[in-house]
């Protein structure tokens, strides 16, 4: 059975989410991912999303575009992380989706850079993250969606950088509704091995993000697309594969080629 493709909505042309949807289903795409903004923005978008749903716009995730996330060293500002990420879960969920994906922060600090230390303890770290991932979780499981945790590469984050580490912490939480995410550019960088990370996370996989090597959209890089899905295939993954890029070339083209390689190493590895 074939992994269906979502396209995130930054990437689509198109003045409503009803037009990006209609482009997106021509090009080779099922659905569309939603992009959730700090200050509860998400929630104020309800009436338009509604709008797109009675449209038919298939949305089964968001994913949060915020400065600050669960996992920052301000108390405060993680706080209103949760908040926001509570409002989100239960604004996809209401939409019929089935979660929202968060990293523990993004931006925030970089082993790789100076000062090179981070000023709260990976210890410290830890439990932050276990008590907003044990918070959401619990908020996820009342409204039936998921919460999904994503693991950047070392230059973006600190504490979350591979699939193992991501699993650790929903091993801790213990929740069915606090999942994993395999985003593919940031696994070109931290993976040791792409395929035995994606096989020993396989239990906690909930949603995949794609990218290419270079962060150009899919056949733009260097990544195997027919290695990557068919260990997706061979683990049984049922979950979305969701275009996260930027966009080499003219946007709807780039967005035709993308789905096509993805649909087309899946056809491939079905015929194998």
Known sequence: MAIPLACQEQLLPGASLSRKFALATTLGYQAIELRGRGDLEFARRLPELRRARADGVVMPTVCVEMDHFIGDFDPGRSRDAVRNLRSQLSVIAELGGIGAVTPAAWGMFSRRLPPFEPPRSPEGDRRVLVDALGELGEHARAEGVTLFLEPLNRYEDHMVNRLDEAVALCAAVGLPSVRVVADTFHMN???DDVPAALRAAAPYLGHVQVSDSNR???GAGHLDWSVLLGTLGEIDYR???ALECRLRGE??????EAATVLTGAQSWQAAA
């Open 189 to 191: 960088i931290e993976e």
């Open 251 to 256: 946007p709807v083209v780039a967005l035709r």
């Open 239 to 241: 979950g979305w594969l």
């Open 216 to 218: 150009y959209q899919p």
